[in-house]
């Protein structure tokens, strides 16, 4: 399982503000990325996923890039609002076999008005 | 469309109690099903999957065990809680493997006294 700290790595903009959350993987053989988003007392919800055959891939508002090379993946927020202060997870999996998502750490955003 | 339904949303146990947390999904038929637990403030961490009825594949040994008496029904229990497994804990389902993601339930908070 995931050993973090008790203190979440947190970001903090100021709303219209485009925020970018970052997220370092392991697996040099994951494929398949995923972004969620953690409202305080929620389960997390999906925002948006890559394959690893992209570098790239935008949703309304967020875009998603992906480094295989530094195995490194970060999401874009753009004209960041109040209602996107949340806690957000990289999660990673392999396609082939059987393996489950292995979540990140986590990284709180904080937007204020 | 596919829902995920989890209770009780809280619960306060004393030491030494028994636990028995339920979850279900509707609208899917064989669905991948999954238990994490989430500390205050930490990532995920995956307790136990299911790929089938009566398969359980345990990721962490603790005091915790689960059970999948029915293809949709998916149960977390513990004989005797220790005041370590106070936390939220998630349950989620998948297709398959999941490579389109997972679908989280709303989440049991427990607090053991």
């Known amino acids: 399982g995931e050993n973090v700290g008790l203190h979440l790595p947190t970001l903090s903009v100021q709303e219209g503000d485009n925020s970018i959350i970052n997220c370092a993987y392991s697996?040099?053989?994951?494929?398949?990325f995923i972004w969620y988003k953690q409202e305080s007392g929620k389960g997390p919800q999906f925002i948006i996923d890559i394959r690893s055959n992209m570098d790239k891939r935008q949703g309304q508002r967020v875009t998603v890039l992906l480094n295989k090379t530094v195995k490194h993946l970060s999401l874009q927020i753009a004209a960041t609002q109040p209602g996107d202060s949340a806690v957000y997870f990289c999660a990673e999996n392999m396609s082939g076999g059987y393996s489950t998502l292995t979540f990140g750490k986590g990284t709180m955003l904080l937007v204020s008005p | 469309s596919q829902t995920i339904h989890q209770w009780p949303a809280t619960l306060v146990q004393p030491v030494g109690s028994p636990l028995s947390l339920e979850c279900t999904v509707e609208g899917t038929s064989n669905p991948n099903l999954y238990w994490y637990r989430q500390a205050a403030g930490r990532g995920l961490q995956l307790l136990f999957y299911?790929?089938?009825?009566?398969?359980i594949s345990s990721e962490v040994p603790q005091n915790l065990s689960a059970s999948r008496p029915q293809d949709r029904q998916f149960i977390l229990s513990s004989k005797k809680l220790l005041l370590s497994d106070s936390g939220f804990y998630l349950c989620?389902?998948?297709?398959?493997?999941?490579?389109?993601?997972?679908?989280f339930g709303s989440g049991t908070r427990l607090t053991v006294v």
């Open positions: 697996n040099s053989a994951s494929d398949y």
């Open positions: 989620a389902w998948s297709v398959g493997q999941g490579l389109g993601g997972y679908t």
């Open positions: 299911s790929v089938g009825i009566g398969q």
